[in-house]
């Protein structure tokens, strides 16, 4: 990729990269990088080699490495890290196909039928835990190294977005228990994890309303109340700041209804290592499943007892 003294704004930095404009002034703080420049009316302004940096440590931090280890570390540090790691394995068209490179070509036909005859041959739950995550890895991957525009792994996204709901809306309507609140607090744009949570919960017979993302906290309690949920689910990305993930959880805790239950998922390790009182961490999508089983039987348990 080309060096370039092209300045961008710290929107642009976020649509671009995936960092949200919270995690960049975090890391600004905490880890010197990235250090921005200001332009006439001072905003805060990044240069084209930040932007290329800032890529490669989201593709590195969504496959599981921890900033604090990973930002002092030179691009061409990180790419070679990245080379270091098996590559991502995903679904394949005929002649061997990628989806990069049907997303290269803007073959959108062609990648609609092949990720619709995956999840049609795997069923929803293992579309969701054997595919969609090696698939989404390889188009960031391919997306950090220049390979595709911000556009096309849109596209992608949108795509996959649409299969889950409409695999969603084609499963039978529950009115079960537990009833699964779910959402992002603001400043967390990514939906496909969410969403792909709900099929889970579906799959398990759960009663599931979902708020879209970024939705504020007040509105979470007020959502929760009138919809009597049971279960409040919060979805964080790797790169959401842990320190406004905890303090968000808290604040939630302490102000929804103490018989809601609240579960935090996602891969952010930060979630582990910093425990909220009253909050459960599903770490894994597979975690879902045996969360439901719990739930349903502390349920069974209360109304048993004396």
Excluded at 175 to 194: D, K, N
Excluded at 203 to 212: H, R
Aim: with cysteine.
């Amino acid at each position: 990729m080309t060096a370039s003294r092209a300045t961008h704004s710290i929107s642009a930095v976020e649509r671009d990269t995936g960092l949200s404009k919270d995690t960049l002034r975090v890391w600004e703080r905490r880890y010197h990088f990235p250090l921005p420049q200001r332009d006439e009316h001072g905003e805060r302004v990044y240069t084209q080699e930040q932007v290329e940096k800032l890529r490669a440590l989201k593709r590195l931090i969504d496959r599981g490495h921890r900033p604090s280890k990973i930002v002092g570390r030179s691009l061409a540090e990180l790419l070679a890290l990245v080379d270091a790691e098996p590559a991502p394995t995903a679904p394949a068209a005929g002649e061997g196909t990628t989806i990069v490179e049907l997303l290269r070509a803007h073959r959108v036909t062609e990648l609609r039928q092949l990720l619709g005859q995956t999840l049609a041959r795997q069923g929803l739950a293992h579309f969701c835990l054997e595919t969609i995550g090696p698939t989404t890895r390889q188009v960031g991957d391919a997306w950090m190294r220049g390979q595709l525009e911000v556009f096309e792994e849109h596209l992608y996204t949108e795509t996959v977005q649409g299969l889950l709901r409409s695999a969603l809306a084609a499963l039978p309507p529950s009115t079960q228990p537990p009833r699964v609140l779910l959402t992002t607090f603001p400043h967390e744009q990514h939906g496909l994890g969410l969403l792909m949570a709900e099929a889970m919960l579906a799959l398990e017979g759960a009663t599931c309303v979902s708020l879209g993302t970024q939705t504020p906290i007040v509105d979470i309690v007020r959502a929760a109340a009138a919809q009597r949920a049971d279960v409040v689910v919060l979805s964080f990305s790797l790169a959401y700041p842990v320190t406004l993930a905890v303090e968000g959880l808290e604040e939630l805790r302490s102000t929804v209804a103490p018989q809601v239950a609240i579960w935090a998922g996602g891969a952010n390790p930060g979630l582990v290592r910093r425990a909220v009182p009253g909050v459960s961490v599903l770490q894994a999508l597979e975690a879902i499943p045996e969360a439901v089983a719990q739930w349903r039987e502390r349920r069974r348990a209360l109304r048993t007892e004396p």
